[in-house]
Nanobody
Framework: QAQVVESGGGLVQAGGSLRLSCVAS????????MAWYRQAPGKQRELVAD???????TYADSVKGRFTISRDNAKNTVYLQMNSLKPEDTAVYYC??????????WGQGTQVTVSS
């Protein structure tokens, strides 16, 4: 059984919105650090946004003001609301759960494609 499972990717026109979801299992979710990364073709995986156990958030400069990360501990779920999408946001988006420095999990990824 996968530890983290993403959903919500798809094809959208520039200026549109998508909401990604990531469900984590078998952990005390409220005590875990969660993040969204993305990887575009030919590029390195990069951090998009993260959220700590105290709901402190950080964002990549490229998505500030457009993306919002949030978590629902009752549902073991972290979300990434993406608004005003741009073609350069096209990538595979990965959910990352970190329980400790040596225990962490990646989801399988969900494709987001933004057409111009």
């Amino acid at each position: 059984q996968a530890q983290v499972v993403e959903s919500g990717g798809g094809l959208v026109q520039a200026g549109g919105s998508l909401r990604l979801s990531c469900v984590a299992s078998r952990t005390i979710f409220s005590r875990t650090y969660m993040a969204w990364y993305r990887q575009a073709p030919g590029k390195q995986r990069e951090l998009v946004a993260d959220i700590t156990t105290t709901d402190s958030t950080t964002y990549a400069d490229s998505v500030k003001g457009r993306f919002t990360i949030s978590r629902d501990n009752a549902k073991n779920t972290v979300y990434l609301q993406m608004n005003s999408l741009k073609p350069e946001d096209t990538a595979v988006y990965y959910c990352h759960e970190r329980i400790s420095a040596t225990v962490y999990y990646w989801g399988q990824g969900t494709q987001v494609t933004v057409s111009s």
